[in-house]
């Protein structure tokens, strides 16, 4: 669940307690501020909604400039949601693509680590902590911050930001933080081929010339064919 979502539904709790306070006010005005409560709701809703149609109509829009190549008219756009949004990770992620294109890397990775802060995730029980799945896929269960333990639900989209993060790392010539993305992309997918070709070229980069060629092999198989050009041009 997305971080607006659980703010909305924070919102509509604080309304029910509201209308439960209500229920015990002199029943002369009871029904009269229950009502008023009633419609105030209701406008609050229906905001919300305009509010969710606008930002993925926006995000369309943005798309539709980036397939066209216009990247300064798709950024507009990714502007506009994330001003109704400022939590949005989706719209974020969209935005820090657009900037990869312009070549304005470091902008670029501040947009990437804003998708993957605002990104949904769910808590989960704690006896699922020393589940078979919890081991296999650290990226995936985690503990946050205050040692709540979470799944992340857009594992796709955050292996691809830390992949465009250590794309832009790397084109900044920041070969170790290029290699610490490239590494929790491969947490959260482990068969990332692109992901395994560029940390080559990071730790070829780096001078890890035994990395590099593991790397560009593991790359090789799963389907890279320029991965086996590098490892015969520089392992």
């Not at 709790?13 to 229950?34: A, M, R, T």
């Not at 009633?38 to 229906?46: A, C, E, G, M, V």
């Not at 947009?111 to 605002?118: G, H």
């Not at 929790?184 to 730790?203: H, P, S, T």
Request: with cysteine; glycine share 6%; hydrophobic share 40%.
């Amino acid at each position: 669940m997305s971080g607006n979502a659980i703010d909305k539904i924070d919102e509509l709790d604080q309304f029910k307690k509201v209308e439960s306070v209500l229920v015990k006010v002199n029943p002369k005005i009871s029904f009269f501020l229950l009502d008023l409560a009633s419609f105030i709701k209701k406008l609050f809703l229906n905001t919300n909604r305009r509010a969710d149609v606008d930002y993925s109509g926006y995000i369309k829009k943005g798309d539709a400039f980036a397939k066209t190549k216009d990247y300064y008219g798709a950024i507009e756009y990714y502007n506009k949601a994330i001003s109704i949004h400022l939590s949005g990770y989706y719209a974020h992620y969209k935005r820090g693509l657009a900037k990869i294109k312009l070549q304005d890397y470091l902008d670029a990775v501040e947009d990437f680590d804003l998708a993957i802060k605002f990104s949904p995730k769910a808590f989960i029980p704690d006896k699922w902590i020393n589940s078979d799945d919890f081991k296999k896929q650290p990226g995936v269960f985690y503990f946050d911050e205050l040692g709540t333990a979470c799944r992340l639900l857009t594992p796709q989209i955050n292996a691809s930001a830390y992949f465009w993060k250590g794309f832009a790392n790397s084109m900044l010539e920041y070969y170790q933080d290029a290699i610490l993305h490239y590494n929790m992309a491969l947490e959260l997918i482990e068969n990332n081929k692109e992901a395994y070709y560029n940390r080559g070229l990071a730790k070829h980069e780096m001078g890890d010339i035994k990395g590099a060629r593991l790397d560009f092999k593991r790359a090789y198989a799963l389907g890279v064919s320029k991965a086996n050009e590098m490892i015969d041009k520089y392992c």
